[in-house]
Every structure is written in C-alpha cells, then in structure tokens.
C-alpha cells in the first residue's frame, strides 16, 4: 500500500524556471492537499482540493498552481521559480469527513531554486 | 494571530522521564486536535487525535484537551531516546473541516 506518493523527490531549479511536483495516493480520499515546510514556519497551505475539479486557496498560494486532474491526483506547479520558493513540499490526502479526519502525507519534495 | 501557537524549544528530558508538549488555539469552535510526529528529513505522521473534552491515552502517550482555555497537550510518558523529534500539532478549522491548521513545531530531544 504506497499510500501518498510524490515525486521528485529533489529538483534544484534555476530563477525563472518552471517545474510541476506530481501527486498520487492510493486511499481513495476525497481531498487533497500540497504544504511547504520552512524552518521555524511549520507547515504552511498552499491549495487543497476538497474533491475531484474543484480547488482553493490556502494561507501562501501566490507563485503555485494546482490542477486535480482525477480523484488519485494533484499536481503543484511553479510557473517561474523564485529563491522564496526553496522548501519542502508535501503532498496529503485526507477522507472528507466531518469528524475523524485525519491528514497522511507523502515523503516530501526538497526543491532548490538558486 | 496565528492559528496554532507552539513553543519551537528544544524541549530536553533525560531518558525515562515525562515530557510534556503544548499547544494553544485561536479558534474557540474548533472541534478536531492532532498530533504528528516528525523526524528530521521524514514526513509528519499521525500519533494520535482528540476530539473532546478530558484525557485520551494510547501506549505511552496521552492527549489532553481544555477546551475552555484552548489548549492542547501531549504527554509522553518513559521517554525514549527514540522518541528525540519535532512534535506538530494541528487543529481542524470550525467551518471548513477540509482545513488543517499546523503550529511550527517543538524539538523534543531524550537524553540517554
């Protein structure tokens, strides 16, 4: 069971490049998240997608495109790379539940932008 | 206001001992508290939840919730060097149960 699964793993990137970060779980969950982790800011959202087609804005969505191409996947894409952009990306998922949710991640994007 | 406040530490407890990690929330309806451990390098993972008022143990952990004062804690009983990780804590918002809100996380460190 390979649960969330992101890729790549590392990608160092130059300003002004683009690049997508790709998602897949295996749960069957209704929702779908993408997070950056920075030192001392924990894990920030970025956009989610409560279903299949429809998504939103989290707390730091400037920069970052997302498109749910199913319900299994959910891409992040940087249109032009900017060093701010250097982090940690996870990919989670989650049931679309009223109470007992609970969020799993993927293994995490260590991406560069120099 | 952040949504999620927690102290960064290190929080250092010698092996055996019980360390004790908090959070407070901003969100008086917020109904949905969770723990994640996580190791430097590796993704959060899930250690336990807490929806309501009291006490929750599982193993060596306990997750306590005040609702009245929003906060929440976590206790970690025998302390094992293996236990040595950041600690996150994250709340469910009240009117959008999709939405988890994380604190930034504290360094626990077991001494042996």
């Known amino acids: 069971n390979a649960g969330v699964t992101q890729t790549p793993k590392f990608q160092v990137l130059k300003t002004g490049q683009s690049m997508t970060l790709q998602c897949a779980q295996d749960?069957?969950?209704?929702?779908m998240y993408w997070y950056r982790q920075d030192p001392g800011m924990g894990l920030r959202l970025i956009y989610y997608?409560?279903?299949?087609?429809?998504?939103d804005k989290g707390e730091v969505p400037n920069g970052y495109n997302v498109s749910r191409l199913n319900k299994r996947e959910f891409s992040l894409r940087l249109e032009s790379a900017a060093p701010s952009q250097t982090s940690v990306y996870f990919c989670?998922?989650?049931?679309?539940?009223?109470?007992?949710?609970?969020?799993?991640f993927g293994e995490g994007s260590w991406l560069t932008v120099v | 206001q952040k949504e999620v406040e927690q102290n960064s530490g290190p929080l250092s407890v010698p092996e055996g001992a019980i360390a004790s990690l908090n959070c407070t929330y901003s969100?008086?309806?917020?109904?949905?508290f969770f723990w994640y451990r996580q190791y430097s390098g590796k993704s959060p993972e899930l250690i336990m939840f807490?929806?309501?008022?009291g006490d929750k143990e599982d193993g060596r952990f306990t997750a306590q919730l005040n609702k009245a004062s929003q906060y929440v804690s976590l206790l970690i009983r025998d302390s094992q060097p293996s236990d040595s990780a950041t600690y996150l804590c994250?709340?469910?918002?009240?009117?959008?149960?999709?939405?988890?809100?994380f604190g930034s996380g504290t360094k626990l460190n077991v001494k042996p």
């Open positions: 989670a998922s989650s049931p679309l539940r009223s109470s007992g949710n609970t969020i799993y």
């Open positions: 749960m069957n969950h209704n929702s």
């Open positions: 997608s409560a279903s299949e087609g429809t998504t």
């Open positions: 969100d008086r309806g917020s109904q949905s």
């Open positions: 807490i929806y309501s008022n």
């Open positions: 994250a709340v469910i918002g009240l009117y959008n149960f999709n939405k988890f809100y």
